[in-house]
């Protein structure tokens, strides 16, 4: 135990002087924002790779097949590249002639599920680390006030440093909730675009599928949204 709290103490006296004022709340704050970064990252990456794959040709041409009613070029065409609005037609043209809303809908809802991941846990540093920041600097003018109790008002120069060192960890606080404040506003917008595309080629796929009988038992649409009927809400908010 012994031997643990040295190394702690190490690695505490390596850091800087402004974050070891701050006390141990410091230390949660570092590893929100270290979590914080690594779903940055990890979410950039998983994005930039979804927009520089581009679909819309093989989109257009997948729907231009169904026009001709030939469902086996309009596979081919949807399986030219591994895109969330390609694999959701896949998951429709397979399941003719029979109504594939359903798979379809499965699909787009997990596949906004898996575009998703990370952004609760962005959501909850957003949260939590003003909330820790501000645990840090009223410990930190309680031990101000209790060094008043025992040396009295004629030494304020303790007290008033304490009040100015306690104030770092709200400050740091709220620098990680604004770090991830913007990734988590920018890949919500990500995905709202993304539900959007899904339902638009959806809607247009199911369009077209009864526009030229492709389905030999069509029904009535209650829903406007017959791809993504579930979690949209969750998902984005």
């Not at 002087?17 to 990252?41: E, K, P, R, Y």
């Not at 209790?146 to 120069?157: C, E, F, K």
Request: aromatic share 8%; hydrophobic share 45%; net charge negative.
């Amino acid at each position: 135990m012994n031997i643990n709290d040295a190394i702690f103490q190490n690695i505490n006296n390596a850091m800087p002087l402004w974050f070891q004022q701050g006390g141990v709340v410091m230390w949660l704050l570092l590893i929100a924002s270290f979590i914080s970064t690594v779903i940055t990252i990890e979410r950039l990456f998983t994005w930039l790779k979804y927009t520089l794959a581009s679909d819309d040709v093989n989109v257009q041409n997948c729907f231009s097949a169904l026009e001709q009613q030939d469902t086996h070029k309009a596979l081919q065409f949807c399986q030219r590249q591994n895109t969330p609005r390609l694999k959701m037609l896949i998951e429709g043209i397979q399941a003719l002639p029979f109504i594939g809303t359903d798979k379809m809908s499965a699909y787009a809802d997990a596949k906004i599920d898996n575009m998703a991941r990370g952004q609760s846990v962005l959501d909850t540093i957003i949260t939590m680390a003003p909330m820790l920041g501000i645990l840090g600097t009223v410990l930190g003018i309680i031990d101000s006030f209790h060094i008043l109790s025992l040396q009295g008002v004629d030494d304020p120069t303790a007290v008033v440093g304490g009040i100015a060192q306690a104030l770092i960890s709200t400050a740091m606080g709220l620098c990680v909730a604004l770090l991830a404040l913007l990734p988590y506003n920018l890949f919500r917008s990500f995905l709202q675009k993304l539900t959007l595309r899904l339902e638009c080629v959806g809607t247009e796929f199911n369009h077209l599928c009864q526009q030229n009988k492709l389905i030999t038992e069509p029904r009535t649409l209650v829903n406007s949204d017959p791809v993504i009927q579930t979690n949209r809400a969750e998902n984005v908010s």
